[in-house]
């Protein structure tokens, strides 16, 4: 049950953010969860090998914005119904999905 909460938090984060941000595009809410559930697979899969790679480059917290900056583009190569303009904007977006995803995750 904590994942299907976990991959709803995401979603709302990410239409949320798709909504404040003006170089990201989500369609829907249905876009949205699915969004969260391939950023979920590439941040389990290519993020684990990359923190591995990269350990003790960056700090912990500025590197994995940065990685989920990165995974939001790889996202957006296979994804269809999302869109995001450049690699500013998908650091924005994954700044905000953290914001919300902390303060949601407090709440829940």
């Given at each position: 049950?904590?994942?299907i909460i976990s991959i709803l938090v995401n979603a709302v984060a990410f239409f949320v953010g798709a909504q404040i941000l003006k170089g990201v595009t989500i369609k829907?809410?249905?876009?949205?969860?699915i969004v969260a559930i391939?950023?979920?697979?590439?941040n389990f899969t290519l993020g684990t090998v990359l923190k591995v790679v990269s350990l003790g480059i960056l700090t912990l917290g500025l590197f994995t914005l940065l990685l989920d900056a990165i995974l939001i583009l790889v996202a957006?190569?296979?994804l269809k119904g999302l869109s995001v303009k450049s690699f500013w904007?998908?650091?924005?977006l994954?700044?905000?999905?953290a914001v919300v995803d902390a303060i949601l995750g407090q709440v829940l």
């Open positions: 049950m904590g994942l829907n809410f249905a876009q949205a969860i391939v950023v979920a697979f590439l957006d190569y296979f904007w998908a650091l924005g994954a700044a905000i999905v």
